[in-house]
């Protein structure tokens, strides 16, 4: 077939390019079939489709790299970079992740057998085929590719590593509820990163101050590779990190914030652990909010509006934030991460004498720091909070951790000294929404349409959705798995039949647990990677169609 294939692309050599589409089906290289999935009408629309299967019997992974999901999802992972690099400078594309490791379509391991998801820039000289090009890719680079993740070129000693990496890291979040702790950095992690636009590990040569933890939080945990390792237990409740301007304070949070994923090895940040259903909390001027409970936080606006049923197609940096902590409980969070940086300040704090000048029935807004008490020990909802700026959360927190040139310390006595006595606000948990399915549709001109600009915005339908707010999406084929989890949503009726926002997301992460995230694709030509329920959901309330029931 292969030599078919060979012969069919000769063949075709200086026709019009859109032959090409006769090559449409499946290819039997005797050791694994290519599949031509979808093919590109020009030379300059995207990229054609292709998959690969290679039988299990031919791809001979150990059982160790792939017996259990995490493992499979990690030696996928794995092979999804070797491709990666074996393939530079061929037409053939492969999508791959950054520091992260994310369950993506590009690479699934299915019962031992291996199945690739690529994309080709079918050659062209103008509008005609290039056929010895074609071939050259199709013919010598992808059978090259196969033998390059298998055994023996195939390292499996280091894909068996890798596999143990993830699933150190995994098994530390797993431990963290039994451990009192929403989150854990292991003593030697590097957390800055190379630049503000590069994730890669800042350097140790010199630079980097490894992570060190202070005696008093120093957590020991048994993992199933690693043994034992130590490091700063965060506990339960509610976490201060103080600390002068640049001495680490947003690049510890930020670790924590990437904490929900498992990392690569090397990267800095493998022992970095948070719970899983962590979302950082941010202001986002502008953004629209549809019938939202932020009565909590908000209360007498002089519009007069309804606070506890609130919508607006512009929010303020305040009512934006309020929206962004109602929006993820009702997702299902109950770990907050908060930094100063990105913060409404009035949201946040208000000290005596702007209370003494603005009174009480002035000020619509209930700081948080009346309300992270309560929602703590009512709610079980846990914050961890950089403020370097302000004393007023040494009054309500729990623990306090102070950065002094990247090395933490445990300052909660210090700070208790210097505490005030103050009255918690009443936190009421805002009520769950149900989404008109209808209002989330991804048909523009009745063809279903799912685009990303960047890690900025997710083109659904007709609407672009702005995701720079949202933090923790980490990875562009995570943008279009956000789409792609709405679509789900909408069209396979999990929004259907009076089901809360909440339950459907429950039935959204159901079907990736059992599906993976091809779960999400059906018939979708193009990369994608497995979202959180707290981003999908983020991403459906920043829908600007969206409507809601109570
Ligand atoms: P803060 O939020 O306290 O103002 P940042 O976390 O923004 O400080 O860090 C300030 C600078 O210090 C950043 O450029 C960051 O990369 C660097 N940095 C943070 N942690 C470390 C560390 N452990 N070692 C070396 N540099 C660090
Ligand atoms: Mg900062």
């Known amino acids: 077939d292969d030599a078919r294939l060979a012969a069919e692309l000769r063949d075709m050599s200086g026709a019009s390019y859109g032959r090409y589409k006769s090559l449409q089906g499946d290819w039997d290289y005797g050791d694994f079939t290519l599949t031509v999935d979808r093919v590109q009408s020009d030379p300059f629309a995207p990229p054609s489709r292709v998959s690969v299967l290679i039988p299990a019997d031919v791809a001979e992974l150990p059982d160790s790299a792939w017996r259990s999901p995490v493992r499979r999802r990690a030696t996928a992972d794995f092979l999804a970079r070797r491709a990666y690099r074996v393939l530079k400078g061929s037409r053939l594309r492969i999508d791959v992740g950054g520091q ?39 013919c010598d680079r992808l059978p090259d590719l196969v033998d390059a993740l298998r055994w023996p070129e195939l390292d499996t000693r280091a894909a068996v590593a890798f596999a143990d990496t993830v699933e150190d890291t995994t098994a530390l979040r797993d431990r963290l509820p039994d451990l009192g702790l929403v989150a854990f950095v292991a003593d030697g992690s590097v957390l800055p990163r190379r630049s503000g636009v590069s994730d890669l590990p800042m350097d140790g040569e010199g630079n980097a101050v490894p992570f060190a933890s202070p005696d008093s939080l120093r957590v020991t945990v048994r993992l199933p590779h690693r043994g034992e390792v130590r490091g700063m237990g965060v506990p339960e409740g509610i976490t201060l990190i103080v600390g002068g301007g640049f001495h680490g304070k947003s690049t510890l949070l930020h670790a924590l914030e990437r904490g929900v994923y498992d990392h690569i090895p090397g990267d800095g940040r493998e022992l970095v652990a948070t719970r899983p259903d962590a979302v950082k909390i941010r202001a986002e001027e502008g953004r629209r909010v549809e019938r939202t409970d932020v009565a909590s936080f908000v209360r007498n606006l002089p519009t007069g509006a309804d606070t506890g049923d609130f919508s607006t197609d512009n929010a303020s940096g305040s009512t934006s934030q309020a929206a962004n902590i109602a929006e993820a409980l009702e997702a299902g969070s109950a770990t907050l991460l908060v930094d100063e940086d990105t913060t409404a300040t009035n949201l946040m704090i208000r000290d005596a004498r702007m209370q003494a000048l603005v009174h009480g029935d002035r000020e619509p807004l209930t700081p948080f720091v009346d309300l992270v008490r309560p929602l703590h020990r009512e709610h079980g909802v846990s914050t961890v909070l950089v403020m370097g700026g302000s004393g007023d959360y040494f009054d309500v927190a729990d623990t306090v951790i102070m950065l002094d040139g990247y090395r933490p310390s445990d300052v909660t006595e210090r700070a208790r000294g210097l505490a005030a006595e103050r009255t918690d606000a009443e ?79 429950d039935a959204l992460d159901e079907r990736l647990a059992s599906g993976g995230v091809t779960a999400l694709g059906r018939g979708y030509a193009g990369d994608y990677a497995r979202p959180r329920r707290f981003e999908v959901a983020a991403a459906l309330n920043r829908l600007r169609t969206l409507r809601v029931a109570r």
């Not at 959705?465 to 995570?478: E, H, K, S, T, Y």
């Open 100 to 138: 992260e490791v994310i369950d993506r379509a590009s690479v699934q391991i299915e019962e031992g057998d291996l199945r690739l998801r690529l994309g080709i820039e079918l050659p062209g000289h103008g509008r005609r085929i290039d056929g010895r090009t074609a071939e050259h890719e199709l």
């Open 427 to 505: 936190f009421t948990v805002p009520a769950h929404r149900v989404v008109d399915p209808r209002s989330v549709d991804a048909t523009a001109r009745g063809r279903a349409r799912l685009k990303r600009r960047d890690m900025d915005v997710l083109t659904f339908g007709e609407h672009d959705i702005d995701v720079r707010g949202l933090a923790q999406l980490v990875d562009p084929g995570q943008v279009i798995g956000v789409g792609l989890a709405m679509r789900l949503l909408a069209e396979d009726g999990l929004l259907d039949t009076g089901r809360t926002l909440a339950q459907a997301l």
